[in-house]
């Protein structure tokens, strides 16, 4: 048990880097008045454009290092550049520590990730793959309450948030072991970088998760505001909210994923529609538009630690490595384009606001989840199977047809042959006869010949 949380205590501080000194970002410009909107703007994105290369990087350090020191040396650097914040004399100072912190970040993700499949195998994977999501959920919690109240204080001391991070250390420093699972069995080379190509499949399916779930956190102020809806607070809480779904999703996955079987991942788009649905269609309703949003969370809680426990299934070693590492890259993809494309669809289909993209985006979840629904109803009452076998069944009559005219011709061309065999042996005869004639007429002849002389 300390061991999956000491695992789960890295989930639980990397979430939060961005949204922890949120809060304090006002009063941070006020501070510094000659930092440029783009200089305050980077404060809360830049260390999210570090994670995707170190993430990479982190695979690469695993071939070479053991896990546990990339983690301490990434939870000492997390420590330093969140902490850093708080004795910023300038804002360039200020963005160095940013950029400290996004490398750190993008070296412990993907091992909070590895770790997990590593140490735990069957369901046990997917439950903890599940308690990961919903750490990750809860720190973001964690992250809009602490960050808050000491912003209230300075917003210096909403940099001491990241002090949390020495719980993490001191756990990973006394009961994570020192070697990886596949250096204390020798595994063998093959399996220690054994890599599926589906795992590209599975990051194609995480980047349009997160366009999906990515379009409240990033556009629930601007909807709110076309609903007439300027309450910074509502706004704060219905994200929150979607932080809650999030974390009963990851919570509940294992026994979910037990109960439904096969129909789990449809109904996890399912989730998302019917989320979708409420907020686009019945935003009138405040409770409605959070319920809406707290079904949407859910889902996609639910749905992040089922791909990773593809992804970990298929690959192993060092290939679960880079697997992760993509699928870590795929997820702030789909952060980085959720609004651009939300507003290309509005733009498409509509003019150009919110509210036209989320009513698309739930039209669309809808007919998705109307699809695999009935792909898997059709698989589980049979029909599907029916319809294959009658379908072979139907080519199976073609090709005795088929088979039946070709044995025809084939009965057809040896009788052809017979008849010229026959007549060839019938020819023979008559030749035959003819040569015995001569070869008398000759021998007669040279008879009578002989009895003249």
């Not at 989930?11 to 501070?31: E, H």
């Not at 989320?358 to 319809?387: D, P, S």
Request: glycine letters at 8%; a positive charge.
């Amino acid at each position: 048990m300390i061991l999956k949380l000491s695992i789960l205590s890295i989930s639980l501080i990397t979430v939060m880097a961005g949204a922890m000194i949120a809060p304090a970002v006002a009063k941070i410009g006020l501070a510094f008045p000659d930092a440029t909107n783009f200089e305050i703007n980077l404060l809360t994105s830049l260390h999210a454009g570090l994670v995707v290369p170190f993430s990479f990087v982190s695979g690469y350090l695993t071939k070479r290092f053991a896990k546990k020191s990339i983690l301490i040396v990434s939870l000492i650097m997390y420590l330093v550049g969140g902490i850093g914040g708080f004795l910023s004399p300038s804002m360039e100072f200020m963005l160095v520590t940013r950029v400290i912190l996004g490398i750190a970040i993008g070296l412990m993700i993907p091992l909070s990730i590895t770790l997990i499949s590593d140490y735990y195998e069957g369901e046990e994977r997917t439950k903890t793959l599940g308690l990961q999501s919903a750490a990750t959920n809860l720190g973001g919690i964690i992250a809009i309450v602490v960050s808050g109240v000491l912003a209230m204080i300075s917003w210096r001391y909403s940099f001491l948030a990241y002090a949390i991070a020495f719980l993490a250390l001191f756990m990973v420093i006394f009961f994570l072991p020192k070697k990886s699972p596949q250096q204390a069995q020798g595994n063998g080379n093959e399996e220690a970088s054994s890599f599926d190509g589906r795992v590209f499949l599975l990051t194609i399916y995480m980047i349009l998760t997160f366009v999906v779930f990515y379009g409240i956190p990033s556009n629930m102020a601007l909807f709110l505001s076309e609903l007439d809806i300027t309450n910074t607070v509502v706004n704060g809480v219905i994200i929150a909210v979607c932080s809650v779904g999030g974390f009963f999703g990851g919570m509940s996955v294992a026994f979910f994923r037990r109960l439904l079987k096969s129909f789990f991942v449809p109904l996890q788009v399912v989730y998302m529609a019917i989320g979708f649905s409420m907020i686009a269609f019945l935003n009138q309703y405040i409770v409605f538009l959070g319920l809406g949003v707290l079904i949407l969370g859910f889902g996609y809680g639910s749905t992040v630690p089922v791909i990773f426990d593809s992804a970990t299934k298929i690959t192993s070693g060092t290939g679960r490595a880079m697997a992760t590492a993509l699928l870590v890259s795929s997820i702030y993809l789909g952060q980085f384009i959720s609004p651009l494309t939300l507003g290309e669809i509005s733009h498409w289909f509509g003019d150009g606001s919110v509210y036209f993209s989320y009513v698309v985006m739930a039209l669309a979840l809808v007919f998705v989840a109307i699809l695999l629904i009935a792909e898997r109803t059709l698989h589980f009452t049979g029909i599907k199977k029916w319809l294959s076998r009658s379908s072979y069944n139907h080519a199976l009559i073609e090709v005795k047809k088929i088979n039946v005219e070709l044995q025809e011709r084939v009965d057809m061309l040896s009788q052809q042959i017979e008849d010229i065999q026959a007549q060839q042996v019938r020819d023979n005869r008559e030749q035959l006869k003819i040569l015995k004639k001569l070869d008398r007429y000759n021998t007669s002849g040279d008879y009578s010949s002989n009895s003249n002389n």
